[in-house]
């Protein structure tokens, strides 16, 4: 059974600090990873994925790898009021293009 | 939206009636997905599509079927709604670099059985 598994939070953050959301994956098949940022009520926006071991930056967002640890995480810096949202994290298959969700981490920004 | 569309996108139906929900997409993508979102279980995977008239069951595949006689359209059918079915529905593409299977998503469509 493939699995990704995420802390559901909330996780409270003050504004302009650094936010870390984590994720751990069951199977080592997993060959690439992903970020999805969802607001309530609105449908999941990819953000950031990720394949090689490592870290990955975009912006003020930045995903880390490691496959050893079956482990992947998203900081976001200088985090922003319109950060707050739920963040769900993926897992790929190369067979049938299919990807593995975890059940999301609730982040909230506070001024 | 990755030129991703959804019909109806609220719905409420009772008990037993036939539901049928479409995603439409206009960029020709390969691979078709149906996912269910409840809270506290993330994304679920439905059923999928790897072209026209080939499609397969994900993890949460009782109770529903689904149809591709178009690339651009990917059909949903609740045989015979049940309140489990409750949900919000979303359809995604993945945009054909199947290594990293990114995927995006349609709006969802909001389903109530009542």
């Known amino acids: 059974q493939k699995e990704v598994e995420q802390n559901s939070g909330p996780l409270s953050v003050p504004e302009g600090a650094i936010a870390s959301l984590n994720c751990t994956y069951s199977d080592r098949g997993s060959q690439s990873f992903f970020w999805y940022r969802q607001y309530s009520g609105k449908s999941p926006e990819l953000i950031m994925f990720?394949?090689?071991?490592g870290d990955k930056e975009d912006g003020r967002f930045t995903a880390q790898l490691n496959k050893a640890s079956q482990y992947v995480s998203l900081l976001i810096r200088d985090s922003q009021p319109s950060d707050s949202a739920t963040y769900l994290c993926?897992?790929?298959?190369?067979?049938?293009?299919?990807?593995?969700f975890g059940s999301g981490t609730r982040l909230s920004i506070r001024p | 939206d990755a030129g991703i569309t959804q019909s109806p996108r609220h719905k409420v139906t009772e008990t037993g009636t036939p539901v049928t929900l479409r995603c439409h997409q206009t960029?020709?993508?390969?691979?078709m997905y149906w996912y269910r979102q409840d809270p506290g279980h993330g994304l679920r995977l439905i059923h999928y599509s790897y072209g026209v008239k080939d499609t397969d069951k994900g993890e949460v595949s009782d109770g529903y079927s689904v149809s591709r006689s178009k690339t651009e359209d990917f059909l949903l059918t609740l045989e015979s709604a049940t309140s489990s079915q409750t949900s919000v529905y979303f359809c995604a593409i993945s945009v054909g670099r199947e290594t990293y299977n990114e995927q995006f998503f349609g709006p969802g469509t909001r389903l109530t059985v009542l």
């Open positions: 993926a897992g790929g298959y190369s067979s049938a293009s299919k990807i593995i």
């Open positions: 990720i394949y090689s071991n």
């Open positions: 960029e020709n993508h390969r691979y």
